[in-house]
């Protein structure tokens, strides 16, 4: 997936027309399908779009892309798991969300969404493994689809502008692209790995 974001493509108005739509279809995707390792994809379209001739313009698509490609994954899974919740048989969509979401976890998001926090959502996609038990609980609390979206934009903003600082950010300290590709990679697995870490020590100290 990273590999079809680093081609060099004959001129920019070709790699726009590769690069961007590839982006946005991944992006999109990972919103739907947890495998799809979305941060890493931002911060690998980040290095690439750092490294050419004019980073400015580029690196401005590459946000913009990936942000709207974020809400409107984010749009669409919460769509279908609305459809579960009015539905008497469920969905297969809102199942997979409630098996996804760790039991603390969406213990502690339905507490904040109940206190009238959509703000919460901000942070959901900026914690790993937080985005999916605070949908989850605005679904349960029957939040609506209005009230949703406007939290969820300043949350795909704010994801996005992360993940592209990080590919920044590794694109800076090497000369080669695919250096500072391998780079954003690490950081960001190092990034999504740091809060699993910090649980397992805490529940291993607990114990």
């Not at 798991?81 to 469920?90: A, E, P, W």
């Given at each position: 997936?990273?590999?079809?974001?680093?081609?060099?493509?004959?001129?920019?108005?070709?790699?726009?027309?590769v690069?961007?739509p590839?982006?946005?279809?991944?992006v999109?995707?990972?919103a739907?399908v947890?495998v799809?390792?979305?941060?890493a994809?931002?911060?690998?379209a980040?290095?690439v779009a750092?490294?050419?001739?004019?980073?400015p313009?580029?690196?401005?698509?590459?946000?913009?892309?990936?942000?709207?490609?974020?809400?409107?994954?984010?749009?669409?899974?919460?769509?279908l798991?609305?459809?579960?919740?009015?539905?008497?048989?469920?969905s297969?969509?809102?199942?997979?969300?409630?098996?996804?979401?760790?039991?603390?976890?969406?213990e502690?998001?339905?507490?904040?969404?109940?206190?009238?926090?959509?703000?919460?959502?901000?942070?959901?996609?900026?914690?790993?493994?937080?985005?999916?038990?605070?949908?989850?609980a605005?679904?349960l609390?029957?939040?609506?689809?209005?009230?949703?979206?406007?939290?969820?934009v300043?949350?795909c903003?704010?994801?996005?502008?992360?993940?592209?600082?990080?590919?920044?950010l590794?694109?800076s300290?090497?000369?080669?692209?695919?250096?500072?590709?391998?780079?954003?990679?690490?950081?960001?697995?190092?990034?999504s790995?740091?809060?699993?870490?910090?649980?397992?020590?805490l529940?291993?100290?607990?114990a």
């Open positions: 997936m990273i590999d079809a974001l680093m081609v060099e493509a004959p001129s920019a108005s070709a790699q726009s027309a690069g961007y590839t982006l946005f279809l991944l999109a995707l990972g739907l947890p799809v390792p979305t941060g994809i931002v911060s690998s980040a290095v750092f490294h050419q001739a004019m980073p313009l580029p690196l401005l698509a590459v946000f913009l892309v990936a942000s709207a490609a974020a809400f409107a994954g984010d749009v669409a899974l919460y769509w798991g609305r459809r579960g919740v009015h539905s008497d048989h469920g297969k969509w809102l199942a997979a969300l409630k098996r996804r979401a760790a039991p603390e976890r969406l502690q998001a339905q507490e904040k969404v109940n206190e009238h926090r959509i703000s919460v959502l901000v942070l959901s996609r900026l914690v790993p493994a937080g985005r999916i038990p605070v949908m989850l605005c679904l609390a029957e939040v609506p689809l209005s009230r949703f979206l406007r939290g969820n300043l949350a903003l704010a994801w996005a502008l992360t993940y592209q600082a990080i590919g920044i590794g694109g300290l090497f000369t080669q692209p695919w250096e500072g590709v391998a780079a954003a990679v690490l950081l960001t697995v190092l990034v790995a740091a809060p699993w870490a910090w649980h397992r020590v529940r291993r100290r607990s």
